[in-house]
């Protein structure tokens, strides 16, 4: 079965980078575009960006660019996607989402979420 | 940018009732919206996307339409385990968007 485990949380301080991994499995990792998206708390959803694991192209939001790296190892299935200068305002939960394929593009696995804690 | 505005921002409504959730985009998306439910505590969960289809294992009181840019997603009887906050989502641009989410819960 389809399967997105992320690493754990972290606490990170304010200028500091973070770096969150997701480890895909069922399916084959290369065919599925692998998304990031992030809650904060009590807040909604906010789609960060995406990495297309076969080639390694990405595309982030105009908000996180110059800050947001998406990277992917596909000898092990894993994805990572990296955040620098950090503020509070980055304290949220971060998701990998799979895209599934097709004409329609949705979400339809998420990892379990990664709690970063940006505090000094 | 297309701007995806969800309403109501909050919703009770008793078991057995009709609830509807809008999403208005403000310009064309076609059909590219999803549907996603998150309960508390929990990961997002795919209900509906490209504007109506049912996503597997999702019980068929929900549905999921579109009139131009105005879709709705509908629980046509309300069950308690419908709680939670529903999100709409485009995928029509490369930014995959996110409306600010409905908070519905059970009278």
């Known amino acids: 079965q389809v399967q997105m485990v992320q690493s754990g949380a972290e606490v990170k301080k304010p200028g500091a980078s973070m770096r969150v991994s997701c480890k895909a499995s069922?399916?084959?990792?290369?065919?599925?575009?692998m998304h990031w998206v992030r809650q904060a708390p009590g807040q909604g959803l906010e789609w960060m960006g995406r990495?297309?694991?076969?080639?390694?192209?990405?595309v982030s939001a105009p908000k996180f660019q110059g800050r947001l790296t998406m990277t992917r190892d596909t000898s092990s299935d894993l994805g990572y996607m990296e955040l620098s200068s950090l503020t509070s305002d980055d304290t949220a939960v971060y998701y990998c989402?799979?895209?599934?394929?097709?004409?329609?593009?949705?979400?339809?696995?998420w990892g379990q979420g990664s709690r970063v804690t940006v505090s000094s | 940018d297309i701007q995806m505005t969800q309403s109501p921002s909050s919703l009770s409504a008793s078991v057995g009732d009709r609830v509807t959730i809008t999403c208005r985009a403000n310009?064309?998306?076609?059909?590219?919206l999803n549907w996603y439910q998150q309960k508390p505590g929990t990961v997002p969960r795919l209900l509906i996307y490209?504007?109506?289809t049912l996503q597997s294992g999702v019980p068929s009181r929900v549905s999921g339409s579109r009139s131009g840019t105005d879709f709705t997603l509908t629980i046509s009887s309300l069950q308690p385990d419908d709680i939670g906050t529903y999100y709409c989502?485009?995928?029509?641009?490369?930014?995959?968007?996110f409306g600010q989410g409905t908070k519905l819960e059970i009278k």
């Open positions: 989402a799979r895209e599934s394929l097709g004409s329609a593009s949705h979400f339809d696995y």
């Open positions: 069922g399916y084959t990792f290369s065919d599925f575009y």
């Open positions: 990495i297309n694991p076969n080639s390694g192209a990405t």
């Open positions: 310009e064309t998306i076609s059909r590219y």
């Open positions: 490209a504007a109506s």
């Open positions: 989502q485009e995928t029509y641009t490369s930014l995959y968007t």
